[in-house]
């Protein structure tokens, strides 16, 4: 199962097209659900929950970049929480190597997706 974020809801014709179902009666703007891509010639369809709804009312959440960034936060709070700078000046060598670690990650999610996924952070 993928997950997807609703972003809009469907107009009239988003909703006509291809006999979708109206996400106003399923869905909440902003919530996340996990579903299925339906692909066909000229449009894809979301499928949640037995429901089809078209595809441009959605993001995809790309699980990868959602547990990278949730690291990102967790190092640089680590470096926040020790606060060695307020009493030096400069980081500590525990503090260096998060930082290092984080910009690592946002580097790799800068890279173009095929490499993404073959990023691993090594200890």
Known sequence: MMKFKLIKHNSDDQRKWSSNDDTNKYLIVGNTYEGEKEVHSYHTKIIIDGKKFN??????????????????????????????????????????????????IQFALNTPSQTKRQYKWQD
């Not at 790309?62 to 030096?88: G, P, Q, T, W, Y």
């Open 55 to 104: 595809s441009v009312c959605f993001e995809e959440i790309d699980e990868f970049v959602v547990a990278c960034n949730e690291e990102i936060k967790s190092l640089m709070n680590e470096v926040k929480a020790h606060r060695c700078m307020e009493k030096r000046g400069n980081w500590c060598l525990d503090c260096e190597i998060a930082n290092a670690k984080a910009q690592g």
